[in-house]
């Protein structure tokens, strides 16, 4: 047996494994281990949230916008045919997803919101913030009930990565803050997982 084939048996193995729902078929250590918990789920999901924002600011936004020159970025996109602000990307995606049925749910929430709608909104968002605010690099996670339902609660800083996210903030008519630098953390990206 090649190499290739070894590590897609393993693979099947764990799959296995973890499609079972409980440990007993689950014979290997090693397919013990990659038991998904909510927090390791809830990073790999925000992983690739982020990079999908961060690959739109910087491949289409900035670059289009900022350097090239070659057209807007409004939140009037289609009256203004322009493009959609990174914000707007990432709602719409996330409102794909609410459409799906799916109780799983994201936004991008902010202490000093364009959009009054992104404050935020459950006990759990307002401390989240705050801690990842106080702690740069750090992400929260919490048990919250809502509606009756428990939820994982993970919250993540969500960073400016580029100048654009900056100025766009900065120069806004609704921003009540206007002295973001690359670097600091706008605001949190919420990630909500059904227990
Ligand atoms: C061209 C302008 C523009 C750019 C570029 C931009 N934003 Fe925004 N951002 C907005 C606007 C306008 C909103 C509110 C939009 C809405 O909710 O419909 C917003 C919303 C947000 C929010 C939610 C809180 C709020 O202010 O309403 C966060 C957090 C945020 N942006 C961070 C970023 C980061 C980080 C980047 C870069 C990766 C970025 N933004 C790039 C204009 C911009």
């Not at 494994?17 to 998904?36: K, R």
């Not at 709602?91 to 936004?107: I, L, P, T």
């Not at 900065?170 to 670097?183: A, L, Q």
Request: aromatic share 8%; net charge negative; glycine share 6%.
């Amino acid at each position: 047996m090649n190499h290739m084939r070894k590590k897609a048996l393993a693979i099947g193995i764990v799959s296995t494994a973890l499609l079972s729902g409980c440990g007993q078929q689950a014979e290997t250590p090693a397919a013990v281990n990659t038991a998904i918990t909510p927090q390791k789920m809830a990073d790999a999901l925000h992983a690739v949230m982020e990079a999908d924002r961060a690959v739109y600011t910087k491949l289409v936004i900035n670059r289009l916008v900022k350097e090239e020159k070659v057209i807007k970025a409004s939140e009037h996109w289609q009256d203004d045919k322009a493009l959609p602000l990174p914000a707007q990307m990432f709602r719409f995606g996330a409102e794909r997803v609410a459409e799906s049925n799916s109780d799983f749910s994201y936004s991008l929430i902010s202490s000093w919101p364009i959009n009054k709608q992104n404050e935020p909104k459950t006990e759990a968002e307002a401390s989240g913030l705050k801690f990842i605010e106080e702690n740069p690099g750090q992400n929260f996670y919490k048990e919250e009930s809502l509606g009756g339902k428990n939820y994982y609660t993970a919250i993540y800083p969500d960073v400016a990565v580029a100048p654009a996210c900056v100025e766009c903030h900065n120069d806004h008519k609704d921003t009540p803050k206007s002295d973001f630098k690359i670097g600091d953390t706008m605001g949190g990206v919420v990630i909500r997982i059904p227990l």
